[in-house]
C-alpha cells in the first residue's frame, strides 16, 4: 500500500514536471497550428467539392459524418488506419535517425507476402499461427532493408535513391513468385493460396473490420516510444540524427546507429504488411506496392516526428480516407478530393513560418507586455 | 558630441512566456565611436544586437537612425541603413568558397553572370587591407573556426557598413590576430565609421573602446567612458560582484603517464606536412599547455588524440594503449573526454534539450541505466546539478539547448566533459565565448580535476589563459614543437612570442629533455 502510494506521488510529481503551464502552453499552440491547418484544408476542400458536385451538400456530408455514422463504418476508419500507423512508427524512426530510407514502401510488400506465404507453408495452429508468419514477415524485410542501409553507412550510398530501387527490385521478385511460383491456379488471379483460418487476425468489434492488428500497431507505438525516448539506444538514434558530427564526437557510432535506425523502422513497416495481409487479405494478390511506406512519411510528418501522436495523425488520415470512400460511392465527387487536404495539410503543417510557435509566442509575449505583468529581473520562475 | 548615431529605446523582447531577455534597454551609439556592449553569459547582448539587425522583433521599443524611427522589420532593411553584423555563431554556407561567401548578395556581375574572378579578388584586397589572409578558394568547412570568424569579418566589411556590429569577434582570434584587428578597427573608427563590439575580454574593452555599455539580465545598467572606469568596476558591475580569484595551482606528485606522443607526423588534408616528429607525454596530475599561432598543427594534433584522424605515422598511447585505429567511441570508453574547438558543430546538439546535451557522453554508464531503460530522474538531477555548478542561465531542462546564449552553452560542453573525464582531458579553447566570473569557475573545475590525479592537454590561444593553469607547456610552430617549457612562470610573454613565430628555437638536445 505505501510503496503504492508512494508511486502514484512520483507519478504526480511527473505529470507535474512535464506538464506545466509553459509546457501546456506550448503543446496548445503546437497542436493549435496543426488544427489550423487542417480546417483551412477542408475550407479548400469544400470550395472544391462545391465547384465539381451537384449536390455538394450532400458530398460534404458523406465527406464529413459519413465516418462516424455507424460503428461499421468507424470501423472502416479504424481499418484504414492500422496500416498507417506501422507505416507512421517507420517513418519516424527512420527520420528522427537522420535517414530518409523508402524502402518501408517495400518493407510493406515483403512482409506481407512472406506472411502470407509462412502462414501457408508452415499451417501452424494456435498462437503460433500468427506470431510466427509475422515475425518472418518482419525479419525478411529487416534482411532486404539492412543492405541499402549498410551502403549508406559503409560507403555512403544515397539511401534515398537506393531505397527506391530496392522497393522495385522486391516488388518485381514478388510479382514474379505469386505468377509463377506460388501461384495458386484456382484463384483464376496472380495470387497465393488462401491463408489458413488460423493464421487470419481475429475481428475485435462486431460488424466491423477492425482486427487485433490494431492492438498490434497500437503496442508498436508504445514501443517505439519507450525506445527512442526512454532507452539509450534512442539516444543515440536521436543524436545521430540531429547532428552527427556531436553524436560521433560523445562517442556514439553513428554508422551502426544510422543502420539501426533504418533496419528498426524497415522491421516495423515490414509487419504491418504482415498485419495488413493476415488482416484484410484471403491470399496475397499485390501486384503494386501498396503506398502505405510512403504515406507513413506523411503521418509521420503531421505527427511531428513523435511517435505517441503518431495514431492520431494515423486516425485523422483513416477517417480522411473512410469519407473520400463514402464521398466517392454515394456522390458524383471523386475520391480524389482528399488528395488535395492531404497536401495542402502537409504543406501547411510542415511549413514552420506558417504560425510557427515562435509567432504564436510572440503575440502572447506581447500581450504580456502589454498588461505589463513583467516578471522581476531574475525572479523568472524555473520550473525544472 | 555629436547626436547619437543611432539609438534604441525601451526595447522589450520575451522569447516565450516568462523568458525576457531585454526588459525596457535602452541604447545609444555615438557617431565615430567605438561602443563596448558587455555583461554576463545570457545578459542578453546578442539578443538586442538582433533586434538591431533586424533578425528578431522586439515586442516594444524603438530604434532611430540619426533621430529618424526605423523598423527593423529584416536584416535588408538593416543594411540597407548601412548596418552590418558579425554574428556570434557563424552565418556561413559551408559548401561555398570563401569568395562565394563574402560577395553572396553582392555579387559581382559580368555579363550578367557571376563574376567569380571579381569576387576573388575582392576577398583578396579586403584580405590584403585588413591583414586577415584567407584563401578565397577554400571551401568554408574545411576552414578552422579561427579562419572562419576572418570571414565573417570580411564580410561585413565588403559591405561597406558603416554602423558595424561585432558579436564576440576575438573569442577565436590570436592576441596578435587580436591586435591587428584592432589597428584596423581604430583605422575604420578613424575613417568616421561606428562600432559596436561585444566581448568579454576586459583588456580589449580598456585598450580600443571609447565607451561601454553594460547589461545584466536582460537591463542596462549604465554607460560609462572607459577612461573613467577601471577592469575590475567593469567586471563587478557586470555580475554583480567581484570574480573569483584564479586558482591557486597546487603541486601535487606526477602520477604515471596517461597520455603520450612519440614522434608523430602527419599531413594535412591538402597534402602538406602538418605535424613533424612530436613527442610529448603527459602524467596523471600534469596539465601540459599547447602555446602557438593558430594553425601550426593544434588542429590536426587535436584530431589525432580524438581519433578524428586516423592516419598519421607514429605512436600515440593513451594509460598505456596504442590509439592507432582506434574508434572515438573506443577512445572515450577508455576514459579519454574532449572540450570541441566549434561548440556549434561537435559540442552540442542544438535540437537536444539542456539534459540531451549534458548527459551525452555519460548515458552508458551504469548508474543511468535500469535495464534497457534511462533512468530519467537520475539524469535530470545530473543535468541539473552540472547546470548549477557551471552557472549555465536556462529556463527549463527540456528546452532545446539552442535557446541558450552563447556562453551558456560552452558551460554546458566543459561541463558535460570535465564531469564525464576518467583519465585524460583534451581541452581545445574552452573558455571561448564565456564570461569572466564563469572562465573562473570552469578554471577552478579543470584544475580540481589535475588534482584528482588526471592529466590534461590544453590547447588555447589565449596566452594568459595557459599561464594562469599550466606549469609545464609546449609550443608549436609549423606542426613542431619548437620549445619544451617546464616551468612557464620563468619565461616572458616577449620570449614565448619568439617561440611562436619561430624566431627562436630550443636547441635538439634540450628540446629532448
Ligand atoms: N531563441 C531563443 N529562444 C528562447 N530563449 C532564448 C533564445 N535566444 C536567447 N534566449 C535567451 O535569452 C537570454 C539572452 O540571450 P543572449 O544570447 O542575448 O545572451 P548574450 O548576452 O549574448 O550571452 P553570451 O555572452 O553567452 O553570448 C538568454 O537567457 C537565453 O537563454
Ligand atoms: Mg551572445
Same mark, same amino acid.
Given at each position: 500500500m505505501k510503496?503504492?502510494?508512494?508511486?502514484?506521488?512520483?507519478?504526480?510529481?511527473?505529470f507535474?514536471?512535464?506538464?506545466?503551464?509553459?509546457h501546456?502552453l506550448t503543446?496548445?499552440?503546437?497542436g493549435?497550428?496543426?488544427?489550423?491547418?487542417?480546417?483551412i484544408a477542408?475550407?479548400?476542400?469544400?470550395?472544391?467539392?462545391g465547384?465539381?458536385s451537384d449536390?455538394?451538400?450532400?458530398?460534404?456530408r458523406?465527406?464529413?459524418?459519413g465516418p462516424?455514422?455507424?460503428?461499421?463504418?468507424?470501423?472502416?476508419?479504424l481499418?484504414?488506419?492500422?496500416?498507417?500507423?506501422?507505416a507512421?512508427?517507420?517513418?519516424?524512426l527512420?527520420?528522427?535517425?537522420g535517414?530518409f530510407?523508402?524502402f518501408?514502401?517495400g518493407a510493406?510488400?515483403?512482409?506481407?507476402?512472406?506472411?502470407?506465404?509462412?502462414?501457408?507453408y508452415?499451417?501452424l495452429?494456435?498462437?503460433?499461427?500468427?506470431?510466427?508468419p509475422?515475425?518472418?514477415?518482419?525479419l525478411?524485410?529487416?534482411l532486404?532493408?539492412?543492405?541499402?542501409?549498410?551502403?549508406?553507412a559503409?560507403?555512403?550510398?544515397n539511401?534515398?535513391?537506393?531505397?527506391?530501387m530496392?522497393?522495385?527490385?522486391v516488388?518485381?521478385?514478388?510479382?514474379?513468385?505469386?505468377?509463377?511460383?506460388?501461384?495458386?491456379v484456382?484463384?483464376?488471379d496472380?495470387?497465393?493460396?488462401?491463408?489458413?483460418?488460423?493464421?487470419?487476425?481475429?475481428?475485435?468489434?462486431?460488424n466491423t473490420n477492425?482486427?487485433?492488428?490494431l492492438l498490434i500497431?497500437?503496442?508498436?507505438?508504445?514501443?517505439?516510444?519507450?525506445y527512442m $525516448?526512454r532507452?539509450r /539506444?534512442?539516444?543515440? =538514434? @536521436?543524436?545521430?540524427?540531429?547532428?552527427?558530427? +556531436?553524436?560521433?564526437? &560523445?562517442?556514439?557510432?553513428v554508422?551502426?546507429?544510422?543502420?539501426?535506425s533504418?533496419?528498426?523502422?524497415?522491421?516495423?513497416?515490414g509487419?504491418?504488411?504482415g498485419?495488413?495481409?493476415l488482416?484484410?487479405y484471403?491470399?496475397?494478390?499485390?501486384?503494386?506496392?501498396?503506398?502505405?511506406?510512403f504515406?507513413?512519411?506523411?503521418?509521420?510528418?503531421?505527427?511531428?516526428?513523435?511517435?505517441?501522436l503518431?495514431? $492520431?495523425?494515423?486516425? /485523422?488520415?483513416?477517417y =480522411? @480516407?473512410s469519407?473520400?470512400d463514402?464521398m466517392a +460511392?454515394?456522390?458524383? &465527387?471523386?475520391?480524389e478530393?482528399?488528395?488535395?487536404i492531404?497536401g495542402?495539410?502537409?504543406i501547411?503543417?510542415?511549413?514552420?513560418?506558417?504560425?510557427?510557435s515562435?509567432w504564436?509566442?510572440?503575440?502572447i509575449?506581447?500581450r504580456?507586455?502589454?498588461?505589463?505583468?513583467?516578471?522581476?529581473?531574475?525572479g523568472?520562475?524555473?520550473?525544472? | 558630441?555629436?547626436?547619437?548615431?543611432?539609438r534604441?529605446?525601451?526595447?522589450?523582447?520575451s522569447?516565450?512566456?516568462?523568458?525576457?531577455?531585454a526588459?525596457d534597454?535602452?541604447?545609444?551609439?555615438?557617431?565615430?565611436?567605438?561602443h563596448?556592449?558587455?555583461?554576463?553569459?545570457g545578459?542578453?547582448?546578442t539578443?538586442?544586437?538582433k533586434?538591431?539587425?533586424?533578425?528578431?522583433k522586439?515586442?516594444?521599443?524603438?530604434?532611430?537612425?540619426?533621430?529618424?524611427?526605423?523598423?527593423m522589420?529584416?536584416?535588408?532593411?538593416?543594411?540597407a541603413?548601412?548596418?552590418g553584423?558579425?554574428?556570434?555563431?557563424?552565418?556561413?554556407v559551408?559548401?561555398?568558397?570563401?569568395?562565394?561567401?563574402?560577395s553572396?548578395g553582392?555579387?559581382?556581375?559580368?555579363?550578367g553572370?557571376?563574376?567569380r574572378?571579381?569576387?576573388?579578388?575582392?576577398?583578396?584586397?579586403l584580405?590584403?587591407?585588413?591583414?586577415m589572409?584567407?584563401?578565397?578558394?577554400?571551401f568554408?568547412?574545411?576552414?578552422?573556426?579561427?579562419?572562419k570568424?576572418?570571414?565573417?569579418?570580411?564580410?561585413?566589411?565588403?559591405r561597406r557598413?558603416?554602423?558595424?556590429?561585432?558579436?564576440?569577434?576575438?573569442?577565436?582570434?590570436?592576441?596578435q590576430?587580436?591586435?591587428?584587428?584592432?589597428?584596423?578597427?581604430?583605422?575604420?573608427?578613424?575613417?568616421?565609421?561606428?562600432?559596436?563590439?561585444i566581448t568579454?575580454?576586459?583588456p580589449?574593452i580598456?585598450?580600443?573602446c571609447?565607451?561601454?555599455?553594460?547589461?545584466?539580465?536582460?537591463?542596462?545598467?549604465?554607460?560609462?567612458?572607459?577612461?573613467?572606469?577601471?577592469?575590475?568596476?567593469?567586471?563587478?558591475?557586470?555580475?554583480g560582484?567581484?570574480?573569483?580569484?584564479?586558482p591557486?595551482?597546487?603541486?601535487?606528485?606526477?602520477?604515471?603517464?596517461?597520455?603520450s606522443?612519440?614522434d608523430?607526423?602527419?599531413?594535412?588534408?591538402?597534402?602538406?606536412?602538418?605535424?613533424?616528429?612530436?613527442?610529448?607525454?603527459?602524467?596523471?596530475?600534469?596539465?601540459?599547455?599547447?602555446?602557438g599561432?593558430e594553425?601550426?598543427g593544434?588542429?590536426?594534433?587535436?584530431d589525432?588524440?580524438t581519433?578524428?584522424?586516423?592516419?598519421?605515422?607514429?605512436?600515440?598511447?593513451l594509460?598505456?594503449d596504442?590509439l592507432?585505429?582506434?574508434s572515438i567511441?573506443?577512445?572515450?570508453?577508455?576514459?579519454?573526454?574532449f572540450?570541441?574547438?566549434d561548440r556549434?558543430?561537435?559540442?552540442?546538439?542544438?535540437?537536444?534539450?539542456?539534459?540531451?546535451n549534458?548527459?551525452?557522453?555519460?548515458?552508458?554508464?551504469?548508474?543511468?541505466?535500469?535495464?534497457?531503460?534511462?533512468?530519467?530522474?537520475?539524469l535530470?538531477a545530473?543535468?541539473?546539478?552540472l547546470?548549477?555548478?557551471?552557472?549555465v542561465r536556462?529556463?527549463?531542462l527540456?528546452?532545446p539547448?539552442?535557446?541558450?546564449?552563447?556562453?551558456n552553452?560552452?558551460?554546458?560542453?566543459?561541463?558535460?566533459?570535465?564531469?564525464?573525464?576518467k583519465t585524460v582531458?583534451?581541452?581545445?579553447?574552452?573558455?571561448?565565448?564565456?564570461d569572466?566570473?564563469?572562465?573562473?569557475?570552469?578554471h577552478?573545475?579543470?584544475e580540481?580535476?589535475r588534482?584528482?590525479?588526471?592529466a590534461?592537454?590544453?590547447?588555447?590561444?589565449?596566452?594568459?589563459?595557459?599561464?594562469?593553469?599550466?606549469?609545464?607547456?609546449i609550443?608549436?610552430?609549423?606542426?613542431?614543437?619548437?620549445?619544451?617549457?617546464?616551468?612557464?612562470?620563468?619565461?616572458t610573454?616577449?620570449?614565448?612570442?619568439?617561440?611562436?613565430?619561430?624566431?627562436?628555437?630550443?636547441?635538439t638536445?634540450?628540446?629532448?629533455?
Amino acid at each position: 500500500m505505501k510503496r503504492l502510494s508512494a508511486f502514484v506521488s512520483r507519478l504526480c510529481s511527473w505529470f507535474k514536471s512535464q506538464f506545466t503551464s509553459r509546457h501546456l502552453l506550448t503543446a496548445l499552440i503546437e497542436g493549435g497550428r496543426t488544427l489550423i491547418a487542417i480546417l483551412i484544408a477542408y475550407l479548400v476542400a469544400f470550395a472544391v467539392i462545391g465547384f465539381v458536385s451537384d449536390d455538394p451538400e450532400m458530398a460534404i456530408r458523406w465527406f464529413v459524418f459519413g465516418p462516424l455514422s455507424s460503428p461499421t463504418e468507424f470501423g472502416e476508419v479504424l481499418k484504414n488506419a492500422t496500416p498507417l500507423l506501422f507505416a507512421g512508427i517507420a517513418a519516424c524512426l527512420i527520420i528522427k535517425g537522420g535517414n530518409f530510407n523508402m524502402f518501408t514502401e517495400g518493407a510493406f510488400y515483403a512482409g506481407g507476402l512472406i506472411a502470407a506465404l509462412a502462414a501457408i507453408y508452415f499451417d501452424l495452429s494456435g498462437i503460433l499461427a500468427i506470431i510466427i508468419p509475422l515475425a518472418c514477415g518482419t525479419l525478411a524485410a529487416m534482411l532486404i532493408g539492412y543492405i541499402p542501409a549498410k551502403l549508406k553507412a559503409k560507403y555512403e550510398v544515397n539511401e534515398f535513391v537506393s531505397s527506391i530501387m530496392f522497393n522495385f527490385i522486391v516488388m518485381w521478385i514478388g510479382v514474379w513468385l505469386i505468377s509463377n511460383v506460388v501461384i495458386d491456379v484456382t484463384s483464376g488471379d496472380n495470387a497465393t493460396a488462401p491463408i489458413p483460418d488460423a493464421s487470419r487476425l481475429r475481428i475485435l468489434f462486431e460488424n466491423t473490420n477492425v482486427t487485433t492488428g490494431l492492438l498490434i500497431a497500437l503496442g508498436v507505438a508504445v514501443v517505439a516510444y519507450l525506445y527512442m $525516448f526512454r532507452t539509450r /539506444f534512442g539516444f543515440r =538514434l @536521436r543524436m545521430t540524427g540531429d547532428n552527427k558530427a +556531436f553524436a560521433r564526437s &560523445v562517442g556514439i557510432d553513428v554508422g551502426r546507429a544510422g543502420v539501426s535506425s533504418q533496419i528498426l523502422g524497415i522491421g516495423v513497416a515490414g509487419l504491418g504488411g504482415g498485419v495488413e495481409i493476415l488482416a484484410n487479405y484471403h491470399r496475397f494478390n499485390w501486384k503494386t506496392l501498396p503506398g502505405f511506406g510512403f504515406d507513413g512519411f506523411m503521418v509521420a510528418i503531421i505527427a511531428k516526428n513523435r511517435p505517441l501522436l503518431v495514431p $492520431f495523425a494515423a486516425l /485523422f488520415i483513416g477517417y =480522411l @480516407r473512410s469519407g473520400a470512400d463514402l464521398m466517392a +460511392f454515394n456522390t458524383d &465527387v471523386a475520391q480524389e478530393v482528399v488528395q488535395i487536404i492531404q497536401g495542402l495539410i502537409l504543406i501547411l503543417v510542415a511549413s514552420e513560418a506558417f504560425f510557427s510557435s515562435a509567432w504564436f509566442r510572440g503575440v502572447i509575449a506581447k500581450r504580456m507586455f502589454r498588461r505589463k505583468q513583467l516578471a522581476p529581473v531574475g525572479g523568472v520562475d524555473d520550473h525544472a | 558630441m555629436s547626436l547619437p548615431i543611432l539609438r534604441m529605446q525601451g526595447i522589450c523582447k520575451s522569447y516565450g512566456p516568462g523568458i525576457i531577455a531585454a526588459d525596457d534597454v535602452s541604447f545609444s551609439v555615438d557617431a565615430g565611436e567605438i561602443h563596448a556592449l558587455a555583461g554576463e553569459n545570457g545578459a542578453g547582448k546578442t539578443t538586442l544586437m538582433k533586434i538591431l539587425f533586424g533578425m528578431e522583433k522586439a515586442q516594444r521599443g524603438e530604434i532611430f537612425i540619426n533621430e529618424k524611427p526605423v523598423v527593423m522589420a529584416d536584416p535588408n532593411i538593416a543594411m540597407a541603413h548601412g548596418i552590418g553584423m558579425v554574428h556570434q555563431h557563424f552565418m556561413l554556407v559551408d559548401d561555398l568558397t570563401v569568395a562565394e561567401n563574402v560577395s553572396l548578395g553582392i555579387e559581382p556581375k559580368r555579363h550578367g553572370l557571376f563574376d567569380r574572378e571579381a569576387a576573388r579578388e575582392l576577398v583578396r584586397t579586403l584580405a590584403e587591407r585588413f591583414d586577415m589572409p584567407v584563401d578565397p578558394d577554400a571551401f568554408i568547412r574545411d576552414l578552422s573556426v579561427a579562419n572562419k570568424q576572418k570571414v565573417e569579418i570580411l564580410k561585413v566589411l565588403a559591405r561597406r557598413a558603416d554602423i558595424i556590429i561585432l558579436d564576440e569577434p576575438t573569442a577565436v582570434l590570436t592576441p596578435q590576430e587580436t591586435k591587428r584587428f584592432f589597428e584596423q578597427l581604430t583605422a575604420l573608427r578613424k575613417a568616421g565609421r561606428t562600432i559596436i563590439v561585444i566581448t568579454h575580454k576586459l583588456p580589449e574593452i580598456k585598450a580600443i573602446c571609447d565607451r561601454i555599455t553594460i547589461m545584466r539580465k536582460g537591463r542596462t545598467v549604465g554607460t560609462y567612458d572607459v577612461a573613467s572606469i577601471s577592469e575590475q568596476e567593469i567586471s563587478r558591475l557586470m555580475i554583480g560582484s567581484d570574480p573569483l580569484p584564479e586558482p591557486i595551482l597546487e603541486s601535487i606528485d606526477p602520477g604515471p603517464v596517461l597520455l603520450s606522443m612519440h614522434d608523430v607526423s602527419c599531413l594535412s588534408p591538402s597534402g602538406k606536412s602538418a605535424l613533424r616528429g612530436i613527442t610529448f607525454e603527459v602524467r596523471g596530475g600534469e596539465l601540459l599547455g599547447v602555446v602557438g599561432v593558430e594553425g601550426n598543427g593544434q588542429r590536426e594534433l587535436v584530431d589525432i588524440l580524438t581519433g578524428r584522424k586516423t592516419a598519421y605515422a607514429g605512436s600515440v598511447q593513451l594509460a598505456g594503449d596504442s590509439l592507432q585505429g582506434l574508434s572515438i567511441a573506443r577512445i572515450r570508453r577508455h576514459g579519454l573526454s574532449f572540450i570541441p574547438e566549434d561548440r556549434m558543430k561537435d559540442g552540442v546538439d542544438l535540437d537536444g534539450s539542456l539534459v540531451d546535451n549534458a548527459t551525452a557522453a555519460i548515458r552508458d554508464d551504469r548508474q543511468f541505466n535500469i535495464g534497457p531503460f534511462q533512468s530519467d530522474r537520475k539524469l535530470d538531477a545530473y543535468a541539473k546539478r552540472l547546470a548549477e555548478r557551471y552557472e549555465v542561465r536556462h529556463e527549463s531542462l527540456r528546452e532545446p539547448i539552442r535557446h541558450l546564449s552563447g556562453g551558456n552553452m560552452q558551460k554546458v560542453v566543459c561541463g558535460r566533459e570535465i564531469s564525464a573525464c576518467k583519465t585524460v582531458l583534451i581541452a581545445d579553447q574552452p573558455t571561448r565565448g564565456v564570461d569572466v566570473g564563469s572562465v573562473r569557475t570552469i578554471h577552478d573545475h579543470i584544475e580540481l580535476l589535475r588534482q584528482h590525479g588526471k592529466a590534461i592537454l590544453l590547447i588555447s590561444s589565449d596566452l594568459s589563459e595557459i599561464r594562469t593553469l599550466c606549469r609545464r607547456a609546449i609550443v608549436l610552430h609549423q606542426g613542431e614543437i619548437v620549445a619544451h617549457i617546464d616551468d612557464l612562470a620563468a619565461y616572458t610573454e616577449e620570449e614565448l612570442g619568439l617561440y611562436m613565430l619561430g624566431l627562436k628555437r630550443q636547441r635538439t638536445t634540450e628540446a629532448g629533455s
